[in-house]
């Protein structure tokens, strides 16, 4: 079904060493192992995709690549002598390094402080900030920031934060650098300039590693592609060799069937929410919209629009007022968190490892947090109902787990995205607010999530979706309203629904795309 | 790390020993095992109930402090608010007696357990209210809860009634079947602690805010209100302690319970307590408080190294406890 590899293999010798050359490279964690027998080679001045499902065995191989873990079997050579690394400081000794797909950047450094933490200039005893900040700008210009390296990075939009991660990488020559899901924090005319970048660096001479969800993005980038799956590896294709459908059936391993379920038609039933003049942040973002039972309303928009601060404000998590709110026949005044899930609203956040899972703790303590009323009512826990309602959910919403013991930092993108929206489906809400529902998981768990939402909206509860991802906002939505600088632009309904409508509205005029300042 | 899993479906848990859960046990075991082995009076029954007798202040403080340090605050009062409370309940014992008489004692108490929870509400209103950090909030009252205590006693002493003490002596120095009425409140305290921690929903948010605010914020949990009742707990249990404590002395001094705060959170952090919130061991916490007053008796018993000692090496054995659980839980 699925054609062999076409490249490396059994091919006369390549021409040139490659950079870097993997052979049976396999990780494993106590029993369970992650990653088997993997053989890759990265040339330099390619950009090499990487890609996968959640749980395929990307990030591993990047860890094992770049030092942050140490395989089980297999080795690895540059440019034909072997290597090994014991941490990623040797890793980066040898030139190869790894961008976090987390910002990982001290806030109340400037962009310099940040590019030589560790590793500062000096000159007789002092710092040498002169020569760091020109060596930051050259570093900058290089990746095309226009920063200037006295900036505190805490003031820095998000999208400008990332490229200052890549700069930091770059600071001392690389031989290879691996990218992790780069993008999946911009918004598109970023991921555009990113992309730029990425070519650059190529042209220089660098080998790059991208791992990314969007495949349109390795599509539009990467020379290869190398497929992982459940761990293993299926091949390495000559990226023209490939188009986007071919790159998710083989990631998926089956033939794919529609993404997304067919669309419901625009709802007439009296809305269920009415939000009148929301003004959040001291009217810096305000708003009115309704949400109707049985359709998807999706907000689309720039990051940065504040799609993410008016629902936050909705949901009285931040500092917010209105004129009226009426939710299920009940009209709030002043939004605090209790009154509105009470009242049968809830949020699935965008950032679900920073604000939606506890990953220290296990699948149950997660799963009822927000419901523990509903699960337990007296003030005691009732054990025995909880164990039921976990395992039943986790039937339910097909969260993958070896054990009801794992915690749910180990699970992988799209298991916890699952167990979120299980954990906030568990407070039987009326309305369902879920901002980024597929933000890096991979497309088998996205299409799951869809059918989701698709029966939850038929069950008669409303949902309103906020996304980034514009075919996954249209493909959605009943009705999409779209933000730009912290005000309502546009709402578009039926046949209206498009990407460049989206994105005119969203971004017609150019003043608003600078983002957010704060993350 | 994202990649742990596997299709496999749930299996059901099995009974497991976590090793890095028993260790508090494993050293007080290894503990008294080595006092035994260096001085053949430390196992006499006299002496291990008097040294569990001893560590039920720090036990019963350190269950408090097991909760407020789950949720990631930490309180460095409760050493002078023991004090405190200690002086506001002998002046009220003393006059009440006049009028009471022996029932002076459990008005007493009464009155030490709500001025005890209302200290902690104070800690807790100015942490979650004021939005300051617990360290330098509970440095502050630390400092006033001293100061009161000394002016209190005018810098001297400040004794219970003696009409009120042959009846409250018992408390300290009683038993019921052998065993000395404070290890009994300390087990009852840490049974309750136990409780609340695993078996209540409380429980489970104090876990919950300790482990992620963010998360559990935006999953409705009323993180204030959870931290504050941390701080309430742990001030009734500092009021227990004071209760148990009296008998003992019968006076308050302004170096009553001087330094305490480091003890209790030793003690709870060598019983498997993170410091950084979100993982709670209550019976760790009292194996904490054993392992320093065992060590305590050790070293008094041996001649190998000075009393004068005790601290230091109640210091290092938080340190190594700390380097332990780094290198055990290190992947």
């Known amino acids: 079904m699925i054609r062999p590899p076409t490249d490396t293999e059994g091919a006369p010798a390549a021409p040139e060493t490659p950079v870097l050359h993997a052979e049976g490279l396999s990780k494993a964690y106590g029993p369970i192992t992650v990653l088997s027998g993997v053989?890759?080679?990265?040339?330099?001045?390619?950009?090499?995709?990487?890609?996968?499902?959640?749980?395929?065995?990307?990030?591993?191989?990047?860890?094992?690549?770049?030092?942050?873990?140490?395989?089980?079997?297999?080795?690895?050579?540059?440019?034909?002598?072997?290597?090994?690394?014991?941490?990623?400081?040797?890793?980066?000794?040898?030139?190869?390094?790894?961008?976090?797909?987390?910002?990982?950047?001290a806030p109340d450094l400037t962009v310099a402080q940040n590019l030589f933490l560790g590793r500062e200039l000096s000159r007789f005893f002092a710092v040498d900030d002169k020569r760091m900040n020109r060596r930051t700008a050259e570093v900058l210009a290089r990746v095309g920031c226009t920063a200037r390296p006295t900036t505190r990075v805490g003031d820095m939009p998000l999208a400008q934060r990332q490229l200052v991660q890549i700069a930091r990488a770059l600071l001392d020559d690389r031989k290879v650098v691996i990218l992790d899901e780069p993008t999946a924090m911009l918004a598109n005319d970023e991921v555009d300039a990113l992309l730029g970048i990425v070519r650059s660096l190529r042209d220089q001479g660098v080998a790059v590693l991208y791992i990314s969800h969007r495949l349109d993005e390795v599509e539009a980038l990467a020379d290869r592609v190398t497929v992982l799956r459940d761990g293993r590896m299926i091949g390495t294709w000559p990226a023209p060799e490939l188009d986007q459908r071919r790159m998710a059936e083989l990631m998926v391993g089956r033939e794919l069937s529609m993404l997304y379920p067919p669309k419901r038609g625009l709802a007439t039933a009296e809305p269920i929410l009415t939000v009148e003049d929301l003004?959040?942040?001291?009217?810096?973002?305000?708003?009115?919209?309704?949400?109707?039972?049985?359709?998807?309303?999706?907000?689309?928009?720039?990051?940065?629009?504040?799609?993410?601060?008016?629902?936050?404000?909705?949901?009285?998590?931040?500092?917010?007022?209105?004129?009226?709110?009426?939710?299920?026949?009940?009209?709030?005044?002043?939004?605090?968190?209790?009154?509105?899930?009470?009242?049968?609203?809830?949020?699935?956040?965008?950032?679900?490892?920073?604000?939606?899972?506890?990953?220290?703790?296990?699948?149950?303590?997660?799963?009822?947090?927000?419901?523990?009323?509903?699960?337990?009512?007296?003030?005691?826990?009732?054990?025995?109902?909880?164990?039921?309602?976990?395992?039943?959910t986790v039937e339910e919403y097909d969260i993958r787990i070896p054990a009801l013991s794992i915690t749910a930092g180990q699970l992988s993108g799209g298991n916890q995205q699952k167990l979120l929206l299980a954990?906030?489906?568990?407070?039987?809400?009326?309305?369902?607010?879920?901002?980024?529902?597929?933000?890096?998981?991979?497309?088998?768990?996205?299409?799951?999530?869809?059918?989701?939402?698709?029966?939850?909206?038929?069950?008669?509860?409303?949902?309103?979706?906020?996304?980034?991802e514009l075919p996954e906002l249209v493909g959605l939505s009943d009705r999409v309203l779209v933000m730009r600088g912290g005000r309502f632009v546009a709402e578009l309904t039926g046949e209206e629904i498009n990407e460049q409508n989206v994105v005119y509205a969203a971004a017609s005029s150019g003043d608003d795309t600078e983002g957010r300042k704060r993350a | 790390?994202?990649?742990?899993?596997?299709?496999?479906?749930?299996?059901?848990?099995?009974?497991?020993?976590?090793?890095?859960?028993?260790?508090?046990?494993?050293?007080?075991?290894?503990?008294?095992?080595?006092?035994?082995?260096?001085?053949?009076?430390?196992?006499?029954?006299?002496?291990?109930?008097?040294?569990?007798?001893?560590?039920?202040?720090?036990?019963?403080?350190?269950?408090?402090?097991?909760?407020?340090?789950?949720?990631?605050?930490?309180?460095?009062?409760?050493?002078?608010?023991?004090?405190?409370?200690v002086g506001i309940m002998i002046m009220a014992m003393n006059a009440l007696a006049p009028h009471l008489g022996v029932w002076a004692l459990p008005v007493g108490a009464l009155v030490a357990l709500v001025v005890g929870s209302l200290c902690g509400l104070m800690n807790g209103l100015i942490v979650t209210v004021g939005r300051i950090e617990p360290f330098i909030v509970t440095l502050g009252t630390m400092g006033i809860f001293r100061a009161l205590i000394t002016y209190m006693t005018d810098g001297g002493s400040l004794s219970i009634d003696r009409s009120l003490r042959s009846a409250y002596r018992p408390l300290y120095f009683g038993d019921f079947l052998g065993v000395p009425y404070p290890v009994i409140i300390t087990a009852v305290i840490a049974l309750l602690g136990a409780f609340i921690l695993y078996r209540m929903k409380y429980g489970r948010r104090v876990t919950a805010v300790g482990s992620n605010a963010d998360?559990?914020?935006?999953?409705?949990?009323?993180?204030?209100?959870?931290?504050?009742?941390?701080?309430?707990?742990?001030?009734?249990?500092?009021?227990?302690?004071?209760?148990?404590?009296?008998?003992?002395?019968?006076?308050?001094?302004?170096?009553?319970?001087?330094?305490?705060?480091?003890?209790?959170?030793?003690?709870?952090?060598?019983?498997?307590?993170?410091?950084?919130?979100?993982?709670?061991?209550?019976?760790?916490?009292?194996?904490?408080?054993?392992?320093?007053?065992?060590?305590?008796?050790v070293m008094v018993l041996s001649d190998m190294v000075s009393e004068y000692l005790v601290a230091a090496v109640q210091g290092a054995i938080i340190i190594i406890a700390m380097l332990a659980h780094r290198f055990t839980s290190a992947r």
Not at chain 1, 41 to 50: L, N, Q
Request: proline share 3%.
């Open chain 1, 39 to 105: 053989t890759l080679d990265i040339r330099a001045g390619e950009v090499h995709a990487i890609i996968g499902e959640n749980g395929a065995g990307k990030s591993t191989l990047m860890k094992l690549l770049s030092g942050h873990a140490v395989p089980t079997d297999g080795t690895m050579a540059m440019a034909g002598a072997p290597v090994a690394f014991a941490d990623a400081v040797q890793a980066e000794d040898a030139g190869i390094v790894l961008v976090h797909q987390e910002i990982l950047l």
């Open chain 1, 279 to 392: 003004s959040v942040d001291h009217g810096k973002i305000s708003g009115s919209f309704t949400a109707r039972p049985g359709e998807v309303l999706g907000i689309g928009g720039m990051i940065g629009a504040g799609r993410t601060e008016l629902i936050e404000g909705l949901m009285g998590l931040r500092p917010a007022q209105a004129r009226a709110i009426t939710l299920n026949g009940t009209t709030i005044a002043k939004p605090d968190v209790e009154t509105m899930m009470s009242a049968g609203l809830v949020y699935l956040t965008e950032d679900r490892k920073g604000k939606g899972l506890l990953l220290d703790e296990g699948i149950g303590p997660n799963l009822t947090l927000q419901a523990l009323g509903l699960v337990n009512p007296g003030l005691r826990l009732d054990r025995r109902k909880e164990t039921r309602t976990v395992k039943s």
């Open chain 2, 1 to 85: 790390m994202s990649s742990a899993e596997t299709a496999a479906r749930p299996e059901s848990e099995g009974f497991k020993i976590r090793w890095a859960d028993m260790a508090p046990f494993i050293a007080l075991a290894v503990i008294v095992l080595l006092g035994a082995l260096i001085n053949s009076n430390f196992m006499a029954a006299n002496n291990l109930m008097n040294v569990i007798t001893r560590s039920a202040f720090i036990a019963i403080i350190g269950v408090g402090a097991t909760f407020v340090i789950a949720t990631g605050g930490l309180d460095l009062s409760i050493g002078s608010m023991m004090a405190f409370v």
């Open chain 2, 215 to 297: 998360v559990a914020r935006f999953s409705g949990v009323h993180v204030g209100r959870v931290r504050t009742m941390a701080f309430v707990i742990q001030g009734f249990c500092v009021a227990v302690a004071a209760i148990c404590y009296v008998p003992r002395l019968g006076a308050a001094t302004p170096t009553t319970g001087q330094l305490w705060e480091l003890q209790v959170i030793t003690a709870v952090v060598i019983g498997g307590t993170l410091l950084r919130g979100g993982k709670a061991h209550i019976w760790g916490t009292v194996a904490g408080a054993l392992i320093l007053e065992v060590i305590a008796n």
């Open chain 1, 423 to 468: 954990k906030v489906m568990l407070a039987d809400p009326s309305v369902v607010i879920i901002d980024e529902p597929t933000r890096g998981i991979d497309i088998g768990n996205k299409s799951q999530i869809y059918r989701f939402i698709d029966d939850l909206v038929r069950a008669g509860k409303a949902c309103v979706v906020i996304s980034s």
